[in-house]
C-alpha cells in the first residue's frame, strides 16, 4: 500500500496559528499536514523546568487544539523523543518535509535540534526552520540589527490557513498533566491563565487600560501586577507571536499621536509609557540574541576571568544553608523575602525585583548564579531561556561588560514599598512589627519577640556583604587582558542602539548606550 504523503508541523513555542508562517507554508505545499506537539520528558526532568510551567504549556496546548480542529485538523500530541515519534509517524506516513520555528532555547533542546535534524538528514527527509523572533541565526555582527528587528515585525500577520485536511484515522492523543511527567508538586494559586485569549486580553486591556503609568508602575511589585503588561508567558509559549505584540504597540502609538495632533489633551502618561514598552520589546528580542550567539552562557561565565570567584552552593554547608534561605524567602530581609514569596505564589515578577532577588544570591550572600539562577528559572512562568541567563550574569556582575548594581535590598523596600503592604502581604510573621519598623524589624524595641521566634534575624549584614562583594568584583577588571577580553564581548554581545523606535521602521536619534541599561525585559 501506498503510503499518504504528509507535511509534519513540528509546534515548540509557537502555540497559535495566527502569524504562523511555518503552518500556512506547510498548508500551501498541496498536501496533508500534521501539526505535531511532542511532550518530551527528559526535557521536564531538566533542573529549570517545573510543574507550574507545563501546566500553563497544557493550557496553551489544549487552546492550540480547539483553534486547529477549527480548521480541519486538530493537534497531533505525542509524548516521548521526537526522534521516536516521527519513526512511528513513518511507518504510517510518506514524511515529505518537517516545518518548524527556529528556537532560542536550553541547552537541551539545542542538542535535541541537532539531533533530531541528524535523524532526518540520514533518512532524506526535509527540514525548514524559519525564523519567529527578531533573533538571527548564525548572526555575523550585531551592526544594523535594531534596523533589522524593526523591518522584520514591520511585515504582515501572516493568516492562519483556511482549512487543513483532516486525517481519518490518526488519533489526536491526550495532554498529559504535570503528575503524569512525575514533575514535583508546584503549588502556584496565582499563576496566570494560558492559551490565546488569555494573552491576547493582557495585550488589548495593557494597551487600552492598564498601561497608562506603566513608565512608573514597573519597578514596583506593588503596581507591577496590573502596570506591567503581563504578556512575557505568552511571549515565551508563543501563543502571541513578538510581531503581533509590536503591531498592536505602533497601532496605539499613532493613535495617540494623532489624538495629540486634533488638539490640546491632558500629559496623561500614555505616549511615554507606550514609548518605554515599545522599546522593551525590542530589547527582549535583543537578550535572546546574546543566547542564540553564545548558548554557553547558560552554564559558564561570559568574561572567564570571574570563573572560581564565588563558591556554589554544593561547596560547603554554609552556601547551602544562604542559597535554602533565599530559595524559601527567609533570608531575614523582609522586602527580600516577600518578592521571593511573592514569585512562588504567582510563577511572576517584574523586572526590577528579580535584578534585586539575583543581586542578593550573588553579592549579599556571595554564591555562583548557576543555582540561584536554576530555581529563578523553575519559579518563573515567563521562563525564556534566551533572556533569562544573560539577565542572571548581566545581575551577577560576571559579563564583563555591564555596570556592577548591587541592590540594597532594605532601600529597595522603602523605595518600592514604602507602606509596607506588600511586605504585610507576603510576610506575615511580621504583623506585630509597627510599619516604622517593618524594613528593618530588628531595629525594633520588641524585637526579641519576633524576630529568631517566627521569623528569621538578617543572614547576612547587607551593607558589609555589598561592601566585601564589590571589592571582589571589581578587583578583577583592571588589568589589561580582562580589558582587551571585554572588549571582545562588547563588540559581539553590546547593543548598538538603545531605544529604536518601533513604529515600522521610522528613525529618530537616540543616545546610545555601551553597555546595554536596565530595562524591564518581562513586559
Known amino acids: 500500500m501506498t503510503k499518504r504523503s504528509v507535511h509534519v508541523v513540528w509546534f515548540k513555542r509557537d502555540l497559535r496559528v495566527v502569524d504562523h508562517r511555518v503552518l500556512q507554508n506547510a498548508a500551501r505545499s498541496g498536501g496533508a499536514v500534521i501539526p505535531l506537539y511532542v511532550v518530551e520528558p527528559d526535557l521536564w526532568r531538566q533542573s529549570d523546568r517545573s510543574a507550574r510551567q507545563w501546566e500553563f504549556t497544557r493550557e496553551c496546548l489544549l487552546a492550540l487544539q480547539q483553534d486547529l480542529a477549527?480548521?480541519?485538523?486538530?493537534?497531533?500530541?505525542r509524548v516521548g523523543d521526537v526522534r521516536d515519534v516521527l519513526e512511528s509517524l513513518c511507518a504510517e506516513y510518506a514524511i515529505e518535509r518537517v516545518w518548524s520555528h527556529e528556537e532560542t532555547g536550553c541547552a537541551w533542546t539545542y542538542g535535541r535540534d541537532q539531533r533530531v535534524g541528524a535523524w532526518l538528514q540520514a533518512r532524506g527527509i526535509d527540514w525548514s526552520e524559519l525564523p519567529q523572533h527578531g533573533v538571527v541565526r548564525r548572526l555575523k555582527t550585531r551592526d544594523g540589527w535594531a534596523?533589522?528587528?524593526?523591518?522584520?515585525m514591520s511585515e504582515p500577520l501572516t493568516a492562519p490557513p483556511s482549512q487543513l485536511p483532516h486525517l481519518e484515522g490518526l488519533q489526536a492523543g491526550s495532554i498529559p498533566v504535570a503528575s503524569d511527567l512525575e514533575l514535583d508538586p508546584d503549588v502556584c494559586p496565582d499563576r496566570q491563565q494560558g492559551g490565546r485569549e488569555a494573552g491576547l486580553e493582557r495585550l488589548h486591556s495593557f494597551l487600552s487600560v492598564r498601561g497608562r503609568s506603566y513608565r512608573k508602575d514597573m519597578s514596583s511589585p506593588v503596581s507591577g501586577f496590573e502596570g506591567c503588561s503581563r504578556l512575557s508567558p505568552h511571549l515565551a509559549l508563543g501563543t502571541i507571536s513578538m510581531r503581533e505584540a509590536a503591531q498592536a504597540t505602533w497601532h496605539r502609538q499613532r493613535q495617540l499621536k494623532e489624538a495629540a495632533t486634533q488638539g490640546p489633551v491632558a500629559r496623561d502618561g500614555w505616549r511615554g509609557s507606550m514609548k518605554s514598552f515599545s522599546g522593551r520589546l525590542h530589547w527582549h528580542c535583543h537578550f535572546m540574541q546574546k543566547l542564540e550567539d553564545e548558548p554557553s552562557l547558560e552554564h559558564a561565565n561570559l568574561h572567564r576571568a570571574y570563573d572560581g570567584l564565588r563558591p556554589t552552593a554544593a561547596d560547603g554547608e554554609s552556601e547551602r544553608a544562604r542559597l535554602h534561605a533565599w530559595c524559601s524567602g527567609e533570608t531575614g530581609l523582609p522586602f527580600t523575602d516577600a518578592v521571593m514569596r511573592a514569585l512562588h505564589a504567582t510563577g511572576w515578577m517584574n523586572f526590577r525585583m528579580r535584578a534585586m532577588l539575583m543581586a542578593v544570591a550573588s553579592y549579599h550572600l556571595w554564591l555562583d548564579w548557576r543555582l540561584p539562577g536554576e530555581h529563578?528559572?523553575?519559579?518563573?512562568?515567563?521562563?525564556?531561556?534566551?533572556?533569562?541567563?544573560?539577565?542572571?550574569?548581566?545581575?551577577?556582575?560576571?559579563?564583563?561588560?555591564n555596570t556592577i548594581r548591587i541592590y540594597n535590598p532594605i532601600k529597595q523596600g522603602f523605595d518600592q514599598d514604602p507602606t509596607g503592604a506588600f511586605i504585610r502581604r507576603w510576610v506575615p510573621e511580621l504583623a506585630p512589627v509597627p510599619s516604622d519598623y517593618l524594613?528593618?524589624?530588628w531595629?525594633?524595641?520588641?524585637?526579641?519577640?519576633?524576630?529568631?521566634?517566627?521569623?528569621?534575624?538578617?543572614?547576612?549584614?547587607?551593607l558589609a556583604a555589598a561592601k566585601e562583594a564589590r571589592r571582589k568584583v571589581w578587583s578583577l577588571r583592571g588589568g589589561k587582558a580582562f580589558k582587551e577580553t571585554a572588549s571582545?564581548?562588547?563588540?559581539k554581545h553590546g547593543s548598538?542602539?538603545?531605544?529604536?523606535?518601533?513604529?515600522?521602521?521610522?528613525?529618530?536619534?537616540?543616545?546610545?548606550?555601551?553597555?546595554?541599561?536596565?530595562?524591564?525585559l518581562f513586559p
Open 488 to 491: 571582545e564581548i562588547q563588540s
Open 439 to 441: 524594613h528593618e524589624p
Open 496 to 520: 548598538r542602539k538603545s531605544g529604536v523606535p518601533m513604529r515600522g521602521g521610522r528613525k529618530q536619534k537616540k543616545k546610545t548606550h555601551a553597555n546595554g541599561d536596565q530595562l524591564s
Open 376 to 401: 529563578l528559572a523553575r519559579m518563573f512562568t515567563d521562563y525564556e531561556p534566551g533572556i533569562h541567563w544573560p539577565q542572571v550574569q548581566m545581575q551577577s556582575g560576571t559579563t564583563g561588560i
Open 147 to 152: 534596523r533589522r528587528w524593526d523591518r522584520w
Open 443 to 462: 531595629k525594633w524595641e520588641n524585637a526579641g519577640t519576633v524576630m529568631d521566634r517566627i521569623y528569621p534575624l538578617p543572614i547576612m549584614d547587607a
Open 70 to 77: 477549527a480548521i480541519g485538523q486538530s493537534l497531533i500530541v
